[in-house]
């Protein structure tokens, strides 16, 4: 069997032992309200809740905090989006079952809890105003959302429960009750030729190499070429030092936007940090 199809099998069959579980505390429920099934088909993808310690640990890895925005794509039962709203965050979920969408407005009302839940196909819908993504989709569709969420402001945290995201590295992958947790980092597109001018020293041509989050370069100094030591680019912040030119160790540290400018503090032995500015050569 494939293992994905593996995976959400096992993870629908456990969610189905629960209910025998919780019967002897559950509330007798109205025979007219909804109840979907552990399983049942969806768009593009079935219904199976995240388990709260998964949730708890997206969360936390995405570092989610009060005023946070924080949209689920293809909410389900509003599990990830209400623990969300009750950190504070301004949470909302994209569900194309209008019955999925509706159950998740009475939880979120029962938990006493404001969220939003919009009816819609997230492969339509515009969510770039997000701080934070939460994804618990098949493989196929997270690699269709790749280059939206590439393209999403820089730092923008994106957590996954199991799958990855195309070839896109995950900055951090934790295992929890069985299944795995990742998150990713928004990288600020940097890749190209830059010009940096710092106060007091010849304009420097640097050349960076990017790969997601993965960079590396080199510098263009009084002629002479430097391959950057310890280039780091971490959301819209970026780091390298630039050895060996005539003014020593140059460290850069900077904030990339994806409007083609660099701006922060070069670091020299022994001098005060000055402020550089790198714009596209
Ligand atoms: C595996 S469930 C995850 C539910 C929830 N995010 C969670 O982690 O508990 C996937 C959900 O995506 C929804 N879905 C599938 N394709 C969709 C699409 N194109 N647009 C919006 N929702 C979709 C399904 O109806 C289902 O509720």
Redesign the pocket.
């Known amino acids: 069997m494939h293992p994905i199809r593996r995976h959400l099998l096992a993870a629908a069959s456990a969610s189905l032992l629960l209910p025998p579980l919780l019967s002897s505390c559950a509330q007798p429920r109205p025979r007219d309200v909804y109840s979907p099934i552990v399983g049942q088909d ?9 388990p709260d310690a998964v949730v708890e640990r997206m969360l936390d890895m995405a570092e989610v905090k009060r005023g946070d925005r924080v949209v ?6 509003g ?2 989006v209400i623990a969300a709203a009750r950190r504070g965050a301004r949470a909302r979920g ?4 209008a019955n ?1 969408v509706a159950l998740s407005r009475r939880n979120a009302r029962q938990a006493g809890v404001q969220a939003d839940f919009v009816q ?4 339509q819908s515009d969510f770039s105003d997000a701080d934070v993504v ?1 994804l ?2 098949m493989p196929e ?1 997270n690699e269709r959302l790749l280059p939206t969420l590439l393209d999403m402001k820089p730092g923008t945290r994106v957590a996954s ?1 199991q799958f990855g995201i195309g070839h896109w590295p995950p900055d951090r992958t934790d295992e929890v009750a069985g299944r795995f947790a990742h998150l990713w980092i928004v990288p600020a597109k940097v890749g190209g030729t830059w010009t940096a001018r710092v106060d007091g020293e010849p304009p420097l041509q640097v050349e960076l190499r990017q790969n997601f989050q993965k960079l590396e370069g080199d510098a263009l100094v009084a002629g002479e070429r430097f391959e950057l030591a310890l280039p780091r680019l971490r959301g819209p912040a970026i780091r390298f030092d630039v050895r060996g030119g005539p003014a020593g160790t140059m460290r850069f540290e900077g904030t990339a936007d994806n409007g083609g400018r660099i701006n922060g503090t070069v670091l020299t032995a022994g001098a005060h940090p000055r402020p550089f500015t790198a714009t596209r050569a």
């Not at 768009?43 to 199976?48: E, F, I, Q, S, Y």
């Not at 689920?72 to 039962?77: A, E, I």
């Not at 819609?120 to 492969?123: E, H, Q, T």
Request: net charge negative; hydrophobic share 40%; aromatic share 12%.
């Open positions: 969806g768009k593009d993808a079935m219904w199976v809740p995240t689920d794509l293809g909410s389900g039962d599990t990830i994209i569900e194309y079952d999925l819609g196909d997230i492969f939460t618990y989709l569709m429960h």
